[in-house]
């Protein structure tokens, strides 16, 4: 199969050809013809299969047919969870429609707001946004979308979480109902499939191998390890394995400033990435990792979505993300585009019950590497993807010897970030 026949025009098989993309990937195959039929669609596939350019080239194909925005307007939306991948899809919507007369425009927070007004009042064919500016900048009437023809939810997973459900909501209600709805993600759980199913109308569902979570070019491992051992540990193992580019991923903006700085401390050069961090700051510290100016780059999750790395060779988790999807996001960061990678999980006995929905999640149980003089003193068990409701129901732990009690009490400090947080509630996950 070719680009040529899924019915896309000759401007846009040019950029594509521009861009070295010789066949269509599983699901641009699917998508394109679909979203080119004017149906909504919900689609999911692995992360680094080519989402992105399976709904911004049938966005061009149909945007190019029409009239050009009018002033103060927008034709098409497109919703993002995260400042970082905003910017990559408004790279896409720019690479893939160079040889269009369409404009574009992309708005987030942490940069200035006027400038942001001022692009927009005069008329945007394409704009990508996250929430939060884009609720902001109608606010002070920079735009309307009284003529919105198709709007695009990328990480739709992430886009209906209790996080952003109401400034989803918003935002549904101020656009036209006689619209077309594209929804990507590589995950959707029943809970978001359902809400979802509310915002769009007829969707066809789409999904390219939906019985395997995680591809097979990411090689993924458990390393058993205390929590207070964790940051000797990751250090032993950047040294002794001479890795020089790694994705480093904490819970807690805190833990990775402070992961950040033990680095540094070690000879290792370390920077961290998070939403304390400004537009400015966060850019400067991509671009210096993809430079190899970086040596290892700690994130929160704003980078499990987004970043997108040629040929970034190694993911580790610090801490296990509380949503077992975040976890499928963050090793997505590797092995893209027919590469792989490898992804290692530093887990402690408190971190089970992630661990068991992560492989509830994936379908697999991950093998157990320890790491001689970093064994733990509690062993993390091999649950198998069927997982371990001991610890959700108030039973002894593995390896201890407390009762409801002191596991209810541990799921509270969990839940409070006590690891990395310093004993703050976690915030919103609202960005942009």
């Known amino acids: 199969m070719s680009f040529a026949s899924l019915g896309l025009s000759a401007p846009l098989l040019k950029a594509v050809q521009d861009q070295g993309f010789e066949t269509p990937s599983p699901i641009q195959a699917q998508a394109i013809p679909a979203a080119l039929s004017g149906r909504d669609v919900m689609a999911a596939a692995q992360t680094g299969t080519g989402k992105t350019a399976g709904f911004t080239l049938p966005l061009l194909e149909k ?23 905003a910017a990559q899809v408004s790279d896409s919507v720019v690479s893939c429609g160079r040889h269009l007369r369409l404009s574009s425009a992309v708005v987030f927070g942490g940069t200035p707001i006027r400038p942001q007004i001022t692009r927009l009042r005069r008329g945007t064919d394409i704009l990508v946004a996250t929430p939060g500016r884009l609720l902001d900048l109608y606010q002070q ?15 739709a ?10 400034d989803i909501r918003r935002i549904i209600g101020l656009l036209p109902e006689s619209r077309q709805n594209l929804m990507f993600s590589a995950t959707f759980s029943d809970a978001v499939r359902k809400l979802a199913r509310s915002l769009v109308k007829d969707p066809l569902e789409i ?12 090689e993924q491992w458990v390393t058993p390890v ?26 807690t903006r805190h833990g990775a400033d402070r992961l950040a700085e033990f680095l540094d401390d070690e000879g290792i050069k370390a920077e961290a990435i998070h939403g304390n961090k400004t537009q400015g700051m966060r850019r400067r ?14 994130a929160t999750d704003i980078a499990a979505r987004g970043i997108d790395i040629q040929d970034l060779p190694q993911v580790v988790n610090f801490d296990l993300p509380d949503q077992p999807e975040d976890y499928v996001h963050r090793i997505g960061r590797t092995g893209r585009g027919g590469a792989t990678g490898q992804a290692m999980s ?15 999640l994936i379908r697999q149980t991950l093998p157990r590497r320890p790491v001689e003089g970093f064994e733990p003193t509690r062993a993390i068990p091999k649950a198998g993807p ?3 409701k001991r610890n959700t129901r108030g039973r002894k732990r593995p390896g201890g010897s407390g009762g409801g009690q002191r596991a209810q009490g541990e799921r509270r400090r969990q839940r409070l970030g006590n690891s990395n947080g310093g004993g703050q509630q976690q915030k919103s996950r609202r960005t942009g």
């Open 63 to 85: 945007l190019s047919q029409g009239k050009p925005a009018r002033s103060g307007h927008v034709r098409a939306l497109i919703l993002t969870p995260t400042r970082e991948l």
């Open 141 to 155: 009437n920079a735009m309307r979308f009284d003529r919105l023809e198709v709007l695009v939810m990328d990480e």
């Open 157 to 166: 997973d992430r886009m209906l979480d209790m996080g952003f459900i109401h």
């Open 207 to 218: 999904a390219v191998e939906p019985k395997q979570v995680t591809t097979d070019a990411v």
């Open 226 to 251: 205390d929590r207070k051992q964790k940051s000797a540990l990751l250090s032993r193992l950047i040294n002794d394995n001479q890795w020089d580019q790694v994705l480093v991923f904490t819970r």
């Open 285 to 298: 510290t991509l671009n210096g990792f993809k430079k190899g100016k970086v040596r290892i780059l700690v």
């Open 346 to 360: 530093l887990v402690s006995a408190d971190e089970f019950r992630q661990l068991s929905a992560i492989e509830r």
């Open 386 to 388: 069927k997982g371990d």
